[in-house]
């Protein structure tokens, strides 16, 4: 039916792999994300797709800022070991080695080969039990040079969140 060969369409699209932190106060997450784009120029503006119900977004909706790092291939084993929810590891960020970013002071992974803080302009529900949170990037930085074709995505994993 039509509704496979969209699902189909849908996990070719080559999403990235990250870790976004959060940060409301002393409260800190950290989460795996692979619904990222650049939407805008000038200003820069990203968007990123999250659940509603998770603790990631508690926190960005309180605070209205994020951070996402980005990482290289070798890094993976680095972001894997956020890939739980804070629900099912309650302690995943006290395993985090991170400096609170210059700008918005939401953790930075030490081990990110780039990073991007980024303050909520809009928060836009799909319906979906998702939403898609647009923000402007107010700060990065680069640890390590890396090409494009050097950074983590899901296939490198041989994982597939789409469909």
Do not use: C
Request: glycine letters at 8%; aromatic letters at 10%.
């Amino acid at each position: 039916m039509e509704t496979k060969a969209i699902s189909n369409a849908l996990t070719l699209i080559p999403y990235g792999f990250y870790a976004v932190t959060s940060r409301d106060g002393e409260d800190r997450n950290v989460m795996v994300l692979n619904w990222l784009s650049q939407v805008s120029f000038e200003p820069q503006h990203i968007v990123i797709g999250l659940q509603n119900s998770s603790y990631t977004m508690n926190l960005i909706r309180k605070s209205g800022k994020f951070v996402v790092n980005i990482f290289d291939k070798d890094d993976a084993n680095v972001v894997k070991q956020f890939t739980k929810s804070r629900e099912k590891n309650p302690d995943k960020f006290g395993t985090a080695n991170y400096t609170d970013g210059p700008v918005t002071s939401v953790p930075v992974l030490d081990e990110a080969a780039a990073y991007l803080e980024v303050e909520v302009e809009e928060i836009f529900d799909t319906g979906s039990g998702h939403s898609a949170v647009i923000g402007k990037v107010v700060g990065g930085g680069e640890a390590k040079e890396i090409k494009v074709q050097e950074t983590l995505t899901m296939p490198d994993l041989g994982w597939s969140y789409a469909g």
